[in-house]
């Protein structure tokens, strides 16, 4: 709660107050090499953001583009050697003579080894039987169900990347695991048109492995660089063990079907720079839908422009603290001047006598000021006199800081003299006070009434006015503003009373006091303010009668039979 306007009659500023004791404030000094420094780092800082974000943007533009030619580059050789194997069994099932299984055979055998990425090959007839097989295996099986054969009946067939369950254990290179193949098969033809059977191949996933390793040896600055090998569907063919077999954590990239780049922030919550790209086949192979992604933790790709934007910082802050000295030094001219003026006004303010303003040299302002400065203070000692008949009329009661008897009678006059408006007027007066005063002395009290006051200031609105009249008795107006509900009086008063209560410690002892609270509304209650008043002193009295510790509303029908 603070005081309203001052009462009728009187201006701003008569109420004394007690001079507030300014903080230690900055010295002119070293403002000037503050704002030095201050205004040559904030540059530099904006030179650092501007440069670095635009060599950044350049950088992630550059290592993007990078990250798209690569996977491009990966999909286009997937696609191709897709495509080369696919034409080498194309042409070999139109080679009349393999439709003899003997023949079949051995060549084979001769292509198994020749070429280790042939984990199997085998001839099956029209019914699904393999009747040659590369190391023997399989030799006699039935894979009349399985796509290689279904689909190699029908044409040239390219199946995606798959688990082979019938080989586990069974390819040397791929012991202990469960392999994965890719699958070509042809139909095997005679020359009528007439199908014998399938020529169909089994070529280990781990040659697609050696591709990646062949292409990223040569980067070895590109630190960080995870690539991913993807099926149509988006599951991870190739790619760290734990995102094998599962969808791309980020199923935005492979969203869109065109080739590209972007920064992202992945669900591991780092920020990769990612290359896309999607393969499309080559000549008449149509491809397998496989996209490629090539990523690199941004923070790695923008080591070189963080270092730049420090190297930026740390030369700005070099020139910062070096301008500074020099503002330091040049303001020393304007400071040391107004130093002596300082120091001569704050010894005038303690009332030494014999002090004058010194008449400075410096800056034609600065001997202008000291020059005003003396004649404001002769001035004002002569209005001595007049300072002391001010301050004997101060509306402030020193001990709680809270308005005294004066001001609020005086602001109770001003704001209900024109006869509008409505206000409630409460009288409060403690219980229990003499019985302190007496114990433990009048320093007790002095601590009790100044943390009640603390309390009842707190409680009240910003325009009420709560007031000490004297002793132990405080009042409070509660004016009632157009647009704002009326004060719950009652609900206010409990609140009162329950502050009250809280106990006061003095020198380690806890005092508790009470209060009695009175209450009446102008103009319900009387048009007459006064009269008013005398309404709520007399609810306080009953208050006090009742049993103390209270709040009584005055009633024109109980209060005045009483009276």
Known sequence: MTAIGQPSGSTAGERSRPARKPGRAIGLRATVAVTVAVL?????????????????????????????GLAQSLARQLD??????????????????????????????????????????GMTDVNGRVVAASNGLLMGADISSRPVHQEGMKGLFVGDVHEAVALRGKVPYLEGETPKFVDVSAPLQKADGSIVGVLATHYSWEWAHALIRQLVEPLTDHKGLTLYILSADGTVLIGPDSAVGKPLPVATLTSRQRDGWRSEVWPDGITYVTGVAHGKGLHDYAGLGWTVVASQPADIVYAETNRLRTMIVGVGALLALLFSGLGWIAAGRIARPLGAIADAAEQI???????????????????????????????????????????????????????????????????????????????????????????????????????????????????????????????????????????????????????VNEPVSFNGERVRVGCSIGIASWPEDDRDMATVMRHADAALYKAKRDGRNRAVRWIRSVMGAEG
């Open 40 to 68: 040559l780092l904030g540059s530099t800082l904006v030179k650092g953001l501007v440069i670095g974000n635009g060599a950044a943007d350049a950088l992630a533009k550059e290592v993007g583009n990078s990250m798209t």
């Open 80 to 121: 191709s050697t897709m495509w080369a194997r696919a034409n080498q069994i194309a042409a070999l099932s139109r080679i009349e003579a393999l439709k003899d299984p003997a023949v079949a055979q051995s060549t084979i055998d001769e292509l198994k080894r020749r070429d280790p990425t042939i984990a199997w090959i």
């Open 349 to 499: 303010g303690k009332g030494e006598r014999g002090v004058a303003i010194p008449d400075v040299g410096g800056a034609a302002e600065i001997r202008r000021l000291s020059a005003a400065l003396r004649e404001m203070i002769d001035s004002l000692t002569n209005k001595d006199a007049a300072l002391m008949r001010l301050e004997d009329i101060a509306y402030e009661d020193r001990l709680t800081a809270l308005p005294n008897r004066r001001y609020f009678e005086q602001y109770v006059e001003a704001s209900t003299g024109t006869g509008g408006g409505s206000a409630t007027v409460m009288y409060i007066d403690l219980d229990g006070f003499k019985p302190v005063n007496d114990r433990l002395g009048h320093d007790a009290g002095d601590v009790v009434l100044r943390q009640i006051g603390g309390r009842l200031a707190s409680i009240f609105r910003d325009d009420d006015v709560v007031a000490r009249l004297g002793g132990d008795e405080f009042a409070a107006v509660l004016p009632r503003r157009a647009g704002r509900p009326a004060p719950d009086t009652a609900e206010l008063a409990a609140r009162i009373i329950a502050a």
